[in-house]
């Protein structure tokens, strides 16, 4: 039986950079007949830090474009709460719900048969949209949130707001992001 190596065997980093995340989503946009789906999908699990799981289970109902907010239905003991969509957010949604209408589905990310995906299913979106943008770093979905986090720590966002943001119940997941973030570093004076 194959075993499977440790992550640092496969990449130095466990996230994406804003450049590769972009060049991810807009890869994932250009890809199959599925590509609105996918842009959507990922686009949202980079902004609201989703799990492959928190985006299979994504309902319609968590969704409410009139107050342009969604409700992240967190998993693994993560806290729930509602996160602000941007317009961008919610004109993808909008095109996925109506180019995937005749599914008549709870879920905001089906497969061709209106199931919801799978884990399994986002692990090859994502894997897919990397070959495609030709990144220089094995990808897996996780990394989206991983990058949220990273990213908000590059914002100066305060470490309990993007703990609050990534539903971590313990602030130490949270510190990981703003602990390497390498701005706070920039004030040193190297100067002889």
């Known amino acids: 039986m194959l075993e499977r190596r440790k992550n640092a065997e496969y990449r130095s980093r466990e996230y994406l950079t804003i450049e590769e995340v972009k060049v991810l989503v807009e890869a994932a946009a250009n890809r199959g007949r599925h590509g609105q789906r996918d842009y959507c999908l990922l686009l949202l699990m980079f902004r609201h830090g989703l799990r492959?799981?928190?985006?299979?289970?994504?309902?319609?109902?968590?969704?409410?474009?009139?107050?342009?907010?969604?409700?992240?239905?967190?998993?693994?003991?993560?806290?729930?709460?509602?996160?602000?969509?941007?317009?961008?957010?919610?004109?993808?949604?909008?095109?996925?719900?109506?180019?995937?209408?005749?599914?008549?589905?709870?879920?905001?990310?089906?497969?061709?048969?209106?199931?919801?995906?799978?884990?399994?299913?986002?692990?090859?979106?994502?894997?897919?949209?990397?070959?495609?943008?030709?990144?220089?770093?094995?990808?897996?979905?996780?990394?989206?949130?991983?990058?949220?986090?990273?990213?908000?720590a590059d914002q100066g966002r305060p470490t309990r707001d993007i703990q609050a943001y990534l539903g971590h119940t313990n602030i130490q997941h949270t510190v990981r992001y703003t602990a390497q973030n390498p701005k706070r570093f920039e004030s040193f004076d190297w100067d002889w």
């Open 52 to 152: 492959a799981g928190e985006a299979c289970a994504l309902k319609w109902d968590a969704i409410m474009f009139e107050k342009r907010i969604i409700y992240i239905n967190r998993l693994k003991g993560s806290l729930s709460g509602n996160h602000p969509l941007q317009p961008d957010e919610v004109a993808a949604l909008k095109t996925v719900r109506e180019r995937y209408k005749n599914h008549d589905s709870y879920y905001v990310f089906v497969n061709e048969r209106g199931q919801s995906l799978t884990v399994t299913g986002i692990q090859k979106i994502v894997s897919r949209a990397a070959d495609a943008a030709q990144l220089p770093i094995k990808v897996h979905p996780h990394m989206m949130r991983h990058s949220c986090g990273y990213f908000l």
